[in-house]
């Protein structure tokens, strides 16, 4: 049974589906892999920051980001960054890329002002950093706190999954509360 299922509301059904992800044996890869759809993912023993997430809305609300995020994208898809150089949407992997995650939850009105006060994030909400070298990074905000007060935030930096505290240890760049409307499931 999954720890989601013993949540009184949506943002502790993240936090406990987030912190399940932490007991998974994932090892971080990022290679491109070929889903089916809707409903994909990479093999249950990879995978990067942005499956946490992906799989985290999965198990606790039933909502698959990639099929939302490729919907937007194939309908708006110069609303999406242009990174990398597409010409058109890729199912596979638009939803795996945290410019493109950042990009859907602030279409979704999702996006909340970044702060240095601990108090303004919530357990269940989205942050994301600018990590060395530019590279784009995210993570779910923890029920749990250090001792001084700073929520942990659950992710996958490189060595699988885990909760520690990596707020404000690095600049945020957004901060997002995403509840999908109930409609929205697969």
């Known amino acids: 049974m999954s720890l989601a299922a013993f949540a009184q509301t949506p943002a502790e059904e993240i936090v406990l589906a987030a912190r399940e992800r932490t007991f998974s044996g994932v090892r971080y890869d990022?290679?491109?892999?070929?889903?089916?759809?809707?409903?994909?993912?990479?093999?249950?023993?990879?995978?990067?920051?942005?499956?946490?997430?992906i799989r985290t809305y999965r198990n606790a609300l039933g909502f698959d980001f990639q099929k939302a995020v490729h919907e937007d994208m194939k309908a708006n898809f110069s609303a999406y960054p242009e990174i990398w150089g597409l010409s058109r949407t890729d199912r596979n992997i638009d939803h795996r890329r945290v410019p493109n995650l950042e990009a859907f939850?602030?279409?979704?009105?999702?996006?909340?002002?970044?702060?240095?006060?601990?108090?303004?994030?919530?357990?269940?909400?989205?942050?994301?950093?600018?990590?060395?070298?530019?590279?784009?990074?995210?993570?779910?905000?923890?029920?749990?706190?250090?001792?001084?007060?700073?929520?942990?935030?659950?992710?996958?930096?490189?060595?699988?999954?885990?909760?520690?505290?990596?707020?404000?240890?690095?600049?945020t760049h957004r901060h997002y509360r995403f509840l999908p409307p109930k409609d929205a499931a697969p």
């Not at 990022?30 to 249950?44: E, I, N, R, S």
């Not at 994301?128 to 996958?156: C, E, F, M, Q, Y």
């Open 30 to 53: 990022g290679k491109y892999v070929g889903l089916t759809y809707p409903g994909g993912d990479v093999p249950a023993d990879i995978g990067v920051c942005t499956d946490v997430i």
């Open 105 to 171: 939850l602030g279409r979704r009105g999702a996006r909340l002002t970044v702060t240095t006060k601990p108090e303004n994030y919530l357990p269940g909400d989205l942050v994301t950093w600018r990590l060395a070298g530019n590279l784009p990074h995210i993570g779910v905000v923890s029920d749990k706190k250090t001792p001084s007060g700073i929520p942990l935030i659950i992710h996958n930096i490189g060595s699988g999954p885990k909760e520690d505290a990596l707020l404000f240890t690095i600049p």
